[in-house]
Nanobody
């Protein structure tokens, strides 16, 4: 079992920045992918960014150049630095851990005001 603990959401004005963190606890495999997804009201959950254990990142086109995903393998923690935030970035952001199975965090609200 893996438990994910997220933090860092909040309310920010357009153009501002936020940093999300997600720490994984439990039976962690050294080979894994961690990532961030988001779900806005009335919309499907979508991938924002993911990163492999070797540090290879993948981004949704909508956040390229604005968001940066990183990880600290020693702490089993993944980060999402979000810059130049837009109102359309408003959503609940979920952390995901993938190894043998998939695990999800509880979600953290990000609200960007115009």
């Amino acid at each position: 079992q893996v438990r994910l603990v997220e933090s860092g959401g909040g309310l920010v004005q357009a153009g501002g920045s936020l940093r999300l963190s997600c720490a994984a606890f439990g039976s962690i495999f050294s080979i894994n992918t961690m990532g961030w997804y988001r779900q806005a009201p009335g919309k499907q959950r979508e991938l924002v960014a993911s990163i492999t254990d070797s540090g290879r990142g993948n981004y949704a086109d909508s956040v390229k150049g604005r968001f940066t995903i990183s990880r600290d393998n020693a702490k089993n923690t993944v980060y999402l630095q979000m810059n130049s935030l837009k109102p359309e970035d408003t959503a609940v952001y979920y952390c995901k851990y993938r190894a043998v199975n998939d695990y999800w965090g509880q979600g953290t609200q990000v609200t960007v005001s115009s």
